[in-house]
C-alpha cells in the first residue's frame, strides 16, 4: 500500500545557506505529483529531503517536518537507511553497476539490505521487478550480462526495477528522462503512469510537457534572486497549474515569459 507523505513548514540548510523556504504539502497516495522551476529554484533539494538523501552532503540539515503516513522520518531515533528502503529514488542519469548482471543489478538493493534470499526467490524477484518495469521481454534471455550493455532507456528501466525490488511504498525520481532520447522517455513516461498503481511517485522534471502529461499534482519552485531560497509558489491539480495559475510567477514561467 503506497503512503501519504505530509510536508509542514520545511527549510533546508547547507551551512549558513537556507537553500529552500517554509514548504507545506500534502501528496496523495497512488498519485504522480511534478516539480518545476527554474534551475537552482531547490526542486531537487527538496525531493532528496523526503528520504533523508540530501543529508549526504556535509552540513546540510532541516527545519520542519516530513511524515509519511504519520510517522516522522526527522523524528530522533529514526535511521536514514530504513527511510531510504520505504522511499526509493531513481535519478538524473542511469546508474546501473556496470560489473554486475542485469539479474544482480535488480537485487542488489535488497541485498544491500543484508536479505539472504533463495537462487529461486531471487530469480522470482527480478522477474516481478523488471515485469514492474516493463523491462522484462527485452531483457530476459541475457539476464547474465552486463547491465552496461543495455541502452540509455533500457539501464534508465533497469534502475527503476531496482528502486522497487526493495518493496517501498514512495519513489522519487530526479529528472528521470533528461538523459533519454525521445523514444526512450516515452517509455518512461507510460512507466511511470503504471507505476503510480502500486507507488506514490514524485518526480522534478525540466520538462513542462513532461510534467503536464504524466502528473496529477504540480508544485511550481523559484528563486526571487540569486542567494535567495527557493520557495514553492504553487501547487494544484496539474490541469489547474497549467490551464488557469493562480500565482502570475507560476503562468510567465509556464508561457515562457519568465526572466
Same mark, same amino acid.
Given at each position: 500500500?503506497?503512503?501519504?507523505?505530509?510536508?509542514?513548514?520545511?527549510?533546508?540548510?547547507?551551512?549558513?545557506?537556507?537553500?529552500?523556504?517554509?514548504?507545506?504539502?500534502?501528496?496523495?497516495?497512488?498519485?504522480?505529483?511534478?516539480?518545476?522551476?527554474?534551475?537552482?529554484?531547490?526542486?531537487?533539494?527538496?525531493?532528496?529531503?523526503?528520504?533523508?538523501?540530501?543529508?549526504?552532503?556535509?552540513?546540510?540539515?532541516?527545519?520542519?517536518?516530513?511524515?509519511?503516513?504519520?510517522?516522522?522520518?526527522?523524528?530522533?531515533?529514526?535511521?536514514?537507511?530504513?527511510?531510504?528502503?520505504?522511499?526509493?529514488?531513481?535519478?538524473?542519469?542511469?546508474?546501473?553497476?556496470?560489473?554486475?548482471?542485469?539479474?544482480?543489478?535488480?537485487?542488489?538493493?535488497?541485498?544491500?539490505?543484508?536479505?539472504?534470499?533463495?537462487?529461486?526467490?531471487?530469480?522470482?524477484?527480478?522477474?516481478?521487478?523488471?515485469?514492474?518495469?516493463?523491462?522484462?521481454?527485452?531483457?530476459?534471455?541475457?539476464?547474465?550480462?552486463?547491465?552496461?550493455?543495455?541502452?540509455?532507456?533500457?539501464?534508465?528501466?533497469?534502475?527503476?526495477?531496482?528502486?522497487?525490488?526493495?518493496?517501498?511504498?514512495?519513489?522519487?525520481?530526479?529528472?528521470?528522462?533528461?538523459?533519454?532520447?525521445?523514444?526512450?522517455?516515452?517509455?518512461?513516461?507510460?512507466?511511470?503512469?503504471?507505476?503510480?498503481?502500486?507507488?506514490?511517485?514524485?518526480?522534478? %522534471?525540466?520538462?513542462?510537457? /513532461?510534467?503536464?502529461?504524466?502528473? =496529477?499534482?504540480?508544485?511550481? +519552485? #523559484?528563486?526571487? !534572486? %540569486?542567494?535567495?531560497?527557493? /520557495?514553492?509558489?504553487?501547487?494544484? =491539480?496539474?490541469?489547474?497549474? +497549467? #490551464?488557469?495559475? !493562480?500565482?502570475?510567477?507560476?503562468?510567465?514561467?509556464?508561457?515562457?515569459?519568465?526572466?
Amino acid at each position: 500500500m503506497s503512503k501519504r507523505i505530509d510536508v509542514n513548514d520545511l527549510n533546508i540548510f547547507y551551512g549558513n545557506f537556507h537553500a529552500v523556504k517554509d514548504v507545506s504539502m500534502v501528496i496523495e497516495p497512488k498519485t504522480v505529483t511534478a516539480f518545476i522551476g527554474p534551475s537552482g529554484c531547490g526542486k531537487s533539494t527538496f525531493l532528496r529531503t523526503l528520504n533523508r538523501m540530501h543529508e549526504v552532503i556535509p552540513g546540510a540539515r532541516v527545519e520542519g517536518e516530513v511524515s509519511i503516513d504519520g510517522k516522522n522520518l526527522y523524528a530522533r531515533g529514526v535511521d536514514p537507511v530504513d527511510v531510504r528502503r520505504e522511499v526509493g529514488m531513481v535519478f538524473q542519469r542511469p546508474n546501473p553497476f556496470p560489473t554486475m548482471s542485469i539479474r544482480d543489478n535488480v537485487l542488489a538493493g535488497v541485498k544491500l539490505n543484508s536479505k539472504r534470499m533463495s537462487k529461486t526467490a531471487g530469480d522470482e524477484l527480478a522477474e516481478r521487478s523488471l515485469r514492474g518495469a516493463n523491462l522484462w521481454n527485452e531483457v530476459k534471455d541475457r539476464l547474465d550480462k552486463p547491465g552496461s550493455g543495455l541502452s540509455g532507456g533500457q539501464q534508465q528501466r533497469l534502475c527503476i526495477a531496482r528502486a522497487i525490488a526493495v518493496q517501498p511504498q514512495v519513489l522519487l525520481m530526479d529528472e528521470p528522462c533528461s538523459a533519454l532520447d525521445p523514444i526512450s522517455t516515452l517509455a518512461i513516461e507510460d512507466l511511470i503512469n503504471d507505476l503510480k498503481s502500486e507507488f506514490t511517485v514524485v518526480i522534478v %522534471t525540466h520538462n513542462m510537457q /513532461q510534467a503536464a502529461r504524466v502528473s =496529477d499534482r504540480t508544485g511550481f +519552485f #523559484n528563486i526571487e !534572486a %540569486t542567494g535567495q531560497p527557493g /520557495q514553492l509558489v504553487e501547487f494544484d =491539480d496539474t490541469q489547474q497549474i +497549467f #490551464n488557469n495559475p !493562480a500565482q502570475k510567477a507560476t503562468e510567465d514561467y509556464i508561457s515562457g515569459r519568465f526572466g
